[in-house]
């Protein structure tokens, strides 16, 4: 796994990470080579203007058509694109958000949809997304597979930088993703916060009361 700076995708741009993971063809995963990125103070970084939720259309766990925009209407918002295969960033963030909703009041977990979007189509199926996540703690959490070009169309505008899974010469397939957690309000269903990989469960938790009633955390 590989971290860098994702560039311009976003005005705060600096804060905000891509991750290039690597691992065999049956998922086995390179260690880290390098993380230049750096924690920052408070975990929400707030965006000046908020950002439309992607009108996405995918298949769920159950392989079920899952519309986005429809099922997650009124209710506050984590999106992540990760894959399955990804050999420690992704399971890291998933179980940590996981974690999280699960510190919350019931009434309040009902409200939060957290949704994993795979950026592996080919290889996670909806079978095995159902018990990648639920292994991470995240027996809610919706996953969602389906034709890779709209999934990297849907997380374009919000910043997030999707390429196509590449097999190297030595057989071994490196999937490039952004990192960040984007977080949507109930009030009017636009993006609103980021949360980049290096966000901890207890940051979450902390954050979360606020974002479900669709304040600034």
Not at 106 to 124: C, E, G, H, S
Not at 128 to 150: C, K, P, S, Y
Request: charged letters at 30%.
């Amino acid at each position: 796994m590989r971290t860098k700076t994702l560039g311009a995708a976003l005005a705060i741009a600096a804060a905000l990470t891509l991750t290039a993971c690597g691992g065999g063809s049956d998922g086995g995963g390179d260690k880290p080579v390098a993380d230049v990125s750096a924690a920052p103070k408070k975990a929400a970084i707030t965006l000046d203007a908020p950002k439309a939720k992607p009108d996405l259309v995918l298949t769920d766990t159950s392989e079920k058509k899952y519309e986005l925009v429809k099922e997650t209407k009124g209710h506050p918002v984590l999106l992540y694109f990760g894959y399955t295969y990804c050999p420690d960033v992704c399971s890291t963030v998933v179980a940590d958000m996981a974690e999280a909703a699960k510190k919350l009041p019931q009434a309040d977990r009902d409200k939060l949809k957290i949704v994993f979007v795979t950026t592996d189509p080919d290889r996670d199926t909806p079978k095995r997304m159902r018990e990648w996540l639920d292994a991470q703690g995240g027996q809610d959490i919706v996953g969602l597979t389906g034709d890779f070009e709209t999934i990297q169309a849907a997380a374009k505008p919000l910043g997030i930088l999707v390429e196509k899974a590449k097999k190297e010469k030595d057989g071994s397939i490196t999937v490039s993703h952004g990192a960040e957690v984007v977080g949507f309000s109930p009030k009017d269903d636009g993006a609103h916060w980021i949360y980049t990989a290096e966000t901890t469960a207890a940051q979450y938790a902390k954050d979360l009361p606020k974002i479900i009633k669709g304040e600034n955390p």
